[in-house]
Protein backbone atom coordinates (compact mmCIF):
# COMPACT_ATOMS: atom_id res chain seq x y z
CA UNK A 1 0.00 0.00 0.00
CA UNK A 2 1.51 3.37 -0.64
CA UNK A 3 2.25 5.64 2.28
CA UNK A 4 0.13 8.44 0.84
CA UNK A 5 -3.00 6.36 0.92
CA UNK A 6 -2.20 4.56 3.81
CA UNK A 7 -4.58 4.70 6.95
CA UNK A 8 -3.35 3.26 10.40
CA UNK A 9 -6.18 0.96 12.60
CA UNK A 10 -7.96 3.14 15.12
CA UNK A 11 -7.94 1.15 16.99
CA UNK A 12 -6.47 -2.53 18.42
CA UNK A 13 -8.92 -5.47 18.48
CA UNK A 14 -8.58 -7.14 22.59
CA UNK A 15 -7.09 -10.14 22.41
CA UNK A 16 -7.67 -12.73 25.76
CA UNK A 17 -4.35 -12.04 28.26
CA UNK A 18 -3.87 -13.09 31.54
CA UNK A 19 -4.84 -9.94 33.29
CA UNK A 20 -2.11 -10.15 36.30
CA UNK A 21 1.95 -10.64 36.78
CA UNK A 22 1.87 -10.68 40.19
CA UNK A 23 4.46 -13.20 42.18
CA UNK A 24 5.62 -14.56 45.34
CA UNK A 25 8.45 -12.33 45.89
CA UNK A 26 6.16 -9.30 44.47
CA UNK A 27 3.87 -9.69 47.74
CA UNK A 28 7.04 -10.28 49.97
CA UNK A 29 8.43 -7.12 48.46
CA UNK A 30 5.57 -5.12 49.72
CA UNK A 31 5.24 -6.33 52.87
CA UNK A 32 8.82 -5.08 53.09
CA UNK A 33 8.92 -2.07 51.94
CA UNK A 34 5.85 -1.12 54.41
CA UNK A 35 8.08 -2.55 57.31
CA UNK A 36 10.97 -0.13 56.12
CA UNK A 37 9.07 3.23 54.76
CA UNK A 38 9.18 4.40 58.30
CA UNK A 39 12.76 5.08 58.57
CA UNK A 40 13.24 6.38 54.25
CA UNK A 41 13.45 9.96 53.81
CA UNK A 42 12.61 9.99 50.03
CA UNK A 43 11.11 7.88 47.59
CA UNK A 44 12.43 7.27 44.06
CA UNK A 45 9.28 5.91 41.83
CA UNK A 46 10.48 4.60 38.75
CA UNK A 47 8.59 4.57 35.33
CA UNK A 48 9.72 3.83 32.04
CA UNK A 49 9.53 7.10 29.94
CA UNK A 50 7.99 4.99 26.99
CA UNK A 51 4.74 3.62 28.34
CA UNK A 52 4.71 6.31 31.49
CA UNK A 53 1.15 5.46 32.24
CA UNK A 54 0.98 1.50 32.33
CA UNK A 55 4.47 1.46 34.15
CA UNK A 56 2.38 3.49 37.24
CA UNK A 57 2.25 1.29 40.24
CA UNK A 58 -0.83 2.29 42.80
CA UNK A 59 0.04 -0.04 45.15
CA UNK A 60 2.78 2.54 45.78
CA UNK A 61 0.66 5.32 46.87
CA UNK A 62 -0.40 3.00 49.93
CA UNK A 63 3.14 1.94 50.82
CA UNK A 64 4.47 5.82 50.45
CA UNK A 65 2.22 7.68 52.35
CA UNK A 66 2.92 11.29 52.95
CA UNK A 67 6.66 11.02 52.58
CA UNK A 68 8.55 13.11 49.49
CA UNK A 69 8.53 11.48 46.25
CA UNK A 70 10.43 11.50 42.96
CA UNK A 71 8.90 10.45 39.79
CA UNK A 72 11.87 8.81 37.76
CA UNK A 73 11.28 8.54 34.32
CA UNK A 74 13.87 6.10 33.19
CA UNK A 75 14.97 5.41 29.26
CA UNK A 76 14.59 8.81 28.28
CA UNK A 77 17.07 7.66 25.55
CA UNK A 78 14.02 5.29 24.11
CA UNK A 79 11.19 7.87 24.88
CA UNK A 80 9.52 10.01 21.82
CA UNK A 81 7.50 11.12 24.03
CA UNK A 82 8.11 15.32 24.17
CA UNK A 83 9.28 16.96 26.93
CA UNK A 84 6.39 19.18 27.50
CA UNK A 85 4.35 16.49 27.80
CA UNK A 86 6.01 15.24 31.21
CA UNK A 87 6.19 18.73 32.45
CA UNK A 88 2.48 19.16 31.97
CA UNK A 89 2.08 15.67 33.81
CA UNK A 90 4.17 17.13 37.01
CA UNK A 91 3.37 20.62 37.03
CA UNK A 92 5.14 20.77 40.41
CA UNK A 93 8.43 19.92 39.44
CA UNK A 94 8.55 16.25 41.23
CA UNK A 95 10.23 14.41 38.34
CA UNK A 96 13.27 13.69 36.64
CA UNK A 97 14.06 12.02 33.16
CA UNK A 98 17.17 10.04 32.94
CA UNK A 99 19.03 8.57 30.83
CA UNK A 100 21.29 5.67 32.97
CA UNK A 101 24.24 5.82 30.07
CA UNK A 102 24.81 9.41 31.10
CA UNK A 103 25.95 10.65 34.27
CA UNK A 104 25.13 14.30 33.82
CA UNK A 105 20.85 13.14 33.64
CA UNK A 106 21.27 11.27 36.91
CA UNK A 107 23.18 13.98 38.77
CA UNK A 108 20.15 16.29 38.32
CA UNK A 109 18.25 13.53 40.27
CA UNK A 110 20.81 13.99 43.29
CA UNK A 111 20.66 17.72 42.81
CA UNK A 112 16.84 17.58 43.06
CA UNK A 113 17.04 15.04 46.07
CA UNK A 114 19.43 17.27 47.97
CA UNK A 115 16.66 20.35 47.24
CA UNK A 116 13.36 18.30 48.09
CA UNK A 117 15.00 17.21 51.40
CA UNK A 118 16.89 20.10 52.60
CA UNK A 119 15.79 20.62 56.23
CA UNK A 120 15.97 16.99 56.59
CA UNK A 121 19.16 16.46 59.49
CA UNK A 122 19.60 12.62 60.07
CA UNK A 123 23.06 11.42 61.55
CA UNK A 124 22.15 8.41 58.46
CA UNK A 125 22.33 10.48 56.27
CA UNK A 126 19.40 10.90 53.54
CA UNK A 127 17.76 7.83 53.16
CA UNK A 128 16.41 6.67 49.54
CA UNK A 129 14.00 4.01 49.05
CA UNK A 130 13.60 2.69 44.55
CA UNK A 131 10.47 1.24 43.65
CA UNK A 132 8.93 0.44 40.62
CA UNK A 133 7.36 -2.25 38.54
CA UNK A 134 10.12 -4.84 36.91
CA UNK A 135 12.33 -3.74 34.22
CA UNK A 136 11.64 -0.38 34.13
CA UNK A 137 15.12 0.75 35.31
CA UNK A 138 15.86 0.56 38.89
CA UNK A 139 18.70 -1.28 39.21
CA UNK A 140 20.48 0.41 36.57
CA UNK A 141 19.69 3.56 38.29
CA UNK A 142 21.32 2.64 40.85
CA UNK A 143 24.66 1.54 39.47
CA UNK A 144 24.36 4.75 37.35
CA UNK A 145 23.95 6.88 40.77
CA UNK A 146 26.52 4.90 42.80
CA UNK A 147 28.79 5.61 40.01
CA UNK A 148 28.30 8.95 39.35
CA UNK A 149 28.57 9.83 42.66
CA UNK A 150 31.08 8.12 44.59
CA UNK A 151 33.16 6.15 41.32
CA UNK A 152 32.32 3.12 42.29
CA UNK A 153 31.56 -0.05 40.05
CA UNK A 154 28.04 -1.65 39.98
CA UNK A 155 26.33 -2.46 43.29
CA UNK A 156 22.87 -4.32 41.96
CA UNK A 157 22.37 -6.74 39.52
CA UNK A 158 20.87 -6.08 36.25
CA UNK A 159 19.04 -7.65 33.08
CA UNK A 160 17.12 -7.51 29.99
CA UNK A 161 14.09 -9.66 31.59
CA UNK A 162 11.60 -8.67 34.38
CA UNK A 163 12.44 -10.16 38.00
CA UNK A 164 16.46 -9.77 37.89
CA UNK A 165 16.05 -8.19 41.61
CA UNK A 166 14.34 -10.58 43.97
CA UNK A 167 15.11 -9.25 47.44
CA UNK A 168 15.30 -5.67 48.63
CA UNK A 169 19.37 -4.84 49.12
CA UNK A 170 21.52 -3.13 52.07
CA UNK A 171 21.73 0.19 51.86
CA UNK A 172 24.42 1.73 48.98
CA UNK A 173 26.39 4.59 49.10
CA UNK A 174 25.36 6.96 46.06
CA UNK A 175 27.08 10.51 47.02
CA UNK A 176 29.08 12.01 49.82
CA UNK A 177 28.89 15.65 51.91
CA UNK A 178 25.60 14.77 52.28
CA UNK A 179 25.70 11.08 52.12
CA UNK A 180 22.79 9.55 50.71
CA UNK A 181 22.31 6.12 50.52
CA UNK A 182 19.41 4.29 48.33
CA UNK A 183 17.99 0.97 49.29
CA UNK A 184 17.13 -0.88 45.63
CA UNK A 185 13.93 -3.44 45.91
CA UNK A 186 12.20 -6.17 43.35
CA UNK A 187 10.26 -4.23 40.76
CA UNK A 188 6.36 -5.09 41.88
CA UNK A 189 3.48 -5.33 39.64
CA UNK A 190 -0.45 -4.76 40.19
CA UNK A 191 -2.32 -7.96 41.39
CA UNK A 192 -4.38 -7.00 38.63
CA UNK A 193 -3.96 -5.05 35.69
CA UNK A 194 -6.29 -2.30 34.30
CA UNK A 195 -6.87 -3.32 30.74
CA UNK A 196 -5.77 -5.63 28.00
CA UNK A 197 -4.08 -2.85 26.17
CA UNK A 198 -2.13 -1.64 29.93
CA UNK A 199 -0.98 -5.84 29.93
CA UNK A 200 -0.20 -5.79 25.66
CA UNK A 201 2.04 -2.66 26.67
CA UNK A 202 3.57 -3.69 29.65
CA UNK A 203 5.06 -6.78 27.40
CA UNK A 204 5.40 -5.07 25.00
CA UNK A 205 8.28 -3.56 26.73
CA UNK A 206 9.50 -6.31 28.55
CA UNK A 207 7.75 -5.08 32.01
CA UNK A 208 6.47 -8.63 32.68
CA UNK A 209 8.03 -12.44 31.50
CA UNK A 210 7.89 -12.42 27.96
CA UNK A 211 6.12 -15.89 27.90
CA UNK A 212 2.90 -14.11 28.89
CA UNK A 213 1.76 -12.55 25.66
CA UNK A 214 2.03 -14.42 22.13
CA UNK A 215 5.13 -12.45 20.39
CA UNK A 216 3.34 -12.51 17.40
CA UNK A 217 0.43 -10.52 19.19
CA UNK A 218 3.13 -8.06 20.45
CA UNK A 219 4.62 -7.17 17.50
CA UNK A 220 1.21 -6.59 15.93
CA UNK A 221 0.62 -4.36 18.94
CA UNK A 222 3.90 -2.51 18.41
CA UNK A 223 3.04 -2.18 14.74
CA UNK A 224 -0.21 -0.36 15.91
CA UNK A 225 1.40 1.90 18.29
CA UNK A 226 4.15 2.38 15.61
CA UNK A 227 1.77 3.25 13.04
CA UNK A 228 0.18 5.83 15.64
CA UNK A 229 3.33 7.87 15.92
CA UNK A 230 3.82 7.82 12.75
CA UNK A 231 1.32 7.10 9.75
CA UNK A 232 3.84 7.43 7.29
CA UNK A 233 5.57 3.88 8.18
CA UNK A 234 8.73 5.84 8.44
CA UNK A 235 9.67 3.99 11.64
CA UNK A 236 9.75 0.18 9.84
CA UNK A 237 10.25 1.36 5.99
CA UNK A 238 13.53 -1.18 5.50
CA UNK A 239 11.65 -3.95 6.19
CA UNK A 240 7.97 -3.59 4.79
CA UNK A 241 6.03 -0.37 3.28
CA UNK A 242 3.14 0.54 5.68
CA UNK A 243 0.29 -1.91 6.71
CA UNK A 244 -1.28 -2.58 9.11
CA UNK A 245 -1.36 -6.81 8.60
CA UNK A 246 0.84 -7.91 11.04
CA UNK A 247 1.70 -11.12 8.62
CA UNK A 248 2.49 -9.32 6.06
CA UNK A 249 5.08 -7.34 7.53
CA UNK A 250 6.74 -10.13 9.10
CA UNK A 251 6.94 -11.99 6.06
CA UNK A 252 8.43 -8.89 4.65
CA UNK A 253 11.17 -8.51 7.91
CA UNK A 254 11.74 -12.36 7.41
CA UNK A 255 13.50 -11.85 4.03
CA UNK A 256 15.08 -8.68 4.37
CA UNK A 257 16.27 -10.07 7.80
CA UNK A 258 16.87 -13.71 6.10
CA UNK A 259 15.35 -15.20 8.95
CA UNK A 260 13.85 -18.40 7.05
CA UNK A 261 12.82 -21.72 8.51
CA UNK A 262 13.54 -25.06 6.59
CA UNK A 263 12.11 -25.23 3.39
CA UNK A 264 12.70 -21.14 2.97
CA UNK A 265 9.88 -20.39 4.44
CA UNK A 266 9.62 -17.38 6.87
CA UNK A 267 10.30 -18.01 10.66
CA UNK A 268 7.25 -15.35 11.84
CA UNK A 269 7.08 -16.19 15.11
CA UNK A 270 11.39 -15.73 15.23
CA UNK A 271 11.05 -12.70 13.13
CA UNK A 272 8.10 -11.31 15.48
CA UNK A 273 10.49 -12.26 18.58
CA UNK A 274 13.03 -10.82 16.74
CA UNK A 275 11.75 -7.52 15.91
CA UNK A 276 9.94 -6.73 19.28
CA UNK A 277 13.35 -7.25 21.09
CA UNK A 278 15.11 -4.54 19.18
CA UNK A 279 12.64 -1.92 20.00
CA UNK A 280 12.84 -2.75 23.74
CA UNK A 281 16.91 -2.54 23.84
CA UNK A 282 16.35 0.85 21.56
CA UNK A 283 18.25 -0.83 17.76
CA UNK A 284 15.54 0.32 15.81
CA UNK A 285 14.45 3.77 17.30
CA UNK A 286 12.56 5.84 19.88
CA UNK A 287 9.05 4.68 21.12
CA UNK A 288 5.78 6.03 22.72
CA UNK A 289 2.89 4.37 24.29
CA UNK A 290 -0.33 5.65 25.81
CA UNK A 291 -1.89 8.91 25.97
CA UNK A 292 1.31 10.38 24.89
CA UNK A 293 -0.25 13.39 22.52
CA UNK A 294 -2.38 14.72 25.54
CA UNK A 295 -0.96 17.05 28.17
CA UNK A 296 -4.70 16.55 30.57
CA UNK A 297 -4.06 12.51 30.39
CA UNK A 298 -2.05 12.37 33.75
CA UNK A 299 -5.23 13.43 35.43
CA UNK A 300 -7.82 11.65 33.34
CA UNK A 301 -5.34 8.39 34.15
CA UNK A 302 -5.67 9.74 38.11
CA UNK A 303 -9.51 10.38 38.04
CA UNK A 304 -10.24 6.84 35.63
CA UNK A 305 -8.08 4.86 38.32
CA UNK A 306 -10.19 6.99 41.70
CA UNK A 307 -13.63 5.85 40.02
CA UNK A 308 -12.92 2.14 39.21
CA UNK A 309 -11.72 2.19 42.94
CA UNK A 310 -14.79 3.79 43.99
CA UNK A 311 -16.88 0.94 42.21
CA UNK A 312 -14.92 -1.51 43.52
CA UNK A 313 -15.20 -0.34 47.22
CA UNK A 314 -19.41 -0.51 46.21
CA UNK A 315 -18.98 -4.48 44.72
CA UNK A 316 -17.35 -5.19 47.98
CA UNK A 317 -19.90 -3.66 50.06
CA UNK A 318 -23.14 -5.05 48.33
CA UNK A 319 -21.27 -8.59 48.43
CA UNK A 320 -20.99 -7.78 52.30
CA UNK A 321 -24.49 -6.56 52.59
CA UNK A 322 -25.48 -9.86 50.51
CA UNK A 323 -23.46 -12.13 52.66
CA UNK A 324 -24.79 -10.71 55.79
Request: with cysteine; charged share 25%; proline share 6%.
Amino acid sequence: MAAANFIPRASFPTPTLPRAYFLGHHAKAIRKMREMTADIDLIYEVRDARAPLSTRNTIFDSIIGGKPRVVVYTKKDLSSIRPEMFRAWHPRGDYCMVNTHDHTSVKSLVNLSQRLCANRESFFGLRVMIMGMPNVGKSSLLNTLRHAGVGRRKAAKTGALAGVTRNISSYVKIHEDPDILVYDTPGVSLPKTIDAETMLTLSTIGSISVGLVDPTIQADYLLYQLNLVDPSGSLYIKYSPPTNDIEDFLTSYCLRMHRLSKGGYPDLLGAATHWVDRWRKGLEGRIAFDDFKNPSAYKEWEAAHDERRRKERGQQSDQKFRVA
